[in-house]
């Protein structure tokens, strides 16, 4: 009876593991915003005022345009003062967008 308790949680967390490693974690949004955009950019009410208000730029911008804009400014606007994060991962910009969306 044991042995088959033992074999079910071994069973579950490897699971688990596998399953993280295959989704990855998903990537904390607000850390994200806090840690690359806040200095500069506020979204609802926290972060900095010296750019663009990010409240309401997932209802004037396309995902699209968001994830240019994140990895290469100048793309979508040659004379862009904002730096890009070329180096952010896709899961997570995704995460930024999502979180712009809520």
Do not use: Y
């Not at 997932?58 to 904002?82: E, G």
Request: hydrophobic letters at 40%.
């Amino acid at each position: 009876m044991r042995s088959e308790r033992v074999k079910t949680i071994f069973l579950a967390v490897a699971a688990m593991v596998i399953i993280t490693s295959i989704t990855g974690c998903a990537p904390d949004a607000s850390k994200i915003f806090a840690k690359k955009c806040a200095a500069c950019h506020a979204f609802k009410g926290f972060g900095g005022s010296i750019c663009p208000d990010l409240t309401d730029v997932s209802k004037r911008r396309t995902d699209a345009w968001i994830i240019q804009q994140i990895k290469d400014p100048a793309v979508n606007d040659p004379n862009a003062k904002m730096q890009g994060f070329p180096e952010m991962s896709e899961k997570e910009i995704q995460a930024l967008i999502d979180h712009f969306k809520r």
